[in-house]
């Protein structure tokens, strides 16, 4: 069987705001949020529509000011519309509303706020930047992380648990990429050297990617080999069973009719 389907709120994968938050910083910000989140449901706000604004936000914030080599403020509106990750789950708890389609829906925008995030580094080394070599970098940053994402996706599918912690995994990726991003973007404001951030943390995000999806495919092939294993064992000891299932009847029917001679 595959892995129960977490709901909105409570994804098994990390959203972007859970990500760039810790457990006591998200449980403030929830606090804060639940009267504002209060006041969309008020309204008439549904929680799929503060998810596809807050995924609009972000590719904004990624596709307009990355490409022009604004890295501060581009991370600064990035940042603000990562909170509506808190307020979408806060609202579907406040109605009762967590369901698979709200996990689903969270997840396929999550995986275009991270392509925004790395497609604007791209188009940043390949223009502005004027360097090859980390725009391959970002690009390898951009497939490694979906291809991460869908080997455990995949996995859990075929009824695998996937039981792997990777050394970089979303969270990591985008915490690393954004803080450096946004520090980098303080070169502009005179701080020097600081602009070295950005290109060692997309290093630092490619190596860690690679480790963590052999890591994952390693797991998912122990894994398969075990659960076939384990099938094997039980397809053998199914004829055995039967066989004894088979003689405990005849020995039954012996039995009967042996008592019906005897009477």
Avoid at 38 to 66: C, E, H, K, N, Q
Wanted: hydrophobic share 50%.
């Amino acid at each position: 069987m595959g892995q129960p389907v977490a709901s909105r709120g409570q994804t098994a994968t990390p959203t972007l705001g859970k990500a760039m938050l810790n457990k006591y910083a998200r449980a403030f910000f929830t606090r804060v949020l639940t009267p504002f989140a209060a006041f969309l449901i008020r309204r008439g706000v549904s929680p799929d529509t503060v998810t596809l604004i807050g995924t609009a936000g972000v590719v904004a914030g990624a596709l307009v000011f990355y490409p022009m080599g604004e890295f501060f403020w581009g991370t600064v509106v990035i940042t603000l519309f990562v909170f509506s990750d808190l307020v979408d789950g806060n609202m579907a708890r406040q109605l009762g509303r967590s369901s698979r389609w709200g996990a689903f829906l969270d997840s396929t925008l999550d995986r275009v706020a991270d392509g925004a995030i790395f497609g604007g580094f791209i188009l940043w080394y390949a223009g502005g930047g004027d360097d090859l070599v980390l725009c391959a970098v970002s690009i390898f940053c951009l497939a490694s992380g979906q291809v991460v994402s869908y080997t455990k996706a995949r996995g859990e599918s075929i009824g695998l648990p996937v039981a792997v912690n990777g050394l970089v995994e979303r969270a990591e990726r985008l915490v690393i990429s954004l803080v450096a991003a946004g520090l980098a973007g303080l070169h502009a404001f005179g701080v020097p050297g600081i602009q070295y951030l950005l290109p060692v943390a997309l290093w630092i995000v490619a190596v860690g990617s690679l480790v963590t999806l052999i890591q994952r495919v390693v797991t998912v092939r122990r894994e398969s080999a075990e659960a076939e294993e384990a099938a094997g064992a039980q397809d053998d000891a199914a004829p055995r069973d039967n066989a004894a299932a088979k003689d405990n009847e005849g020995k039954q029917q012996n039995a009967s009719h042996g008592s019906e001679a005897a009477t």
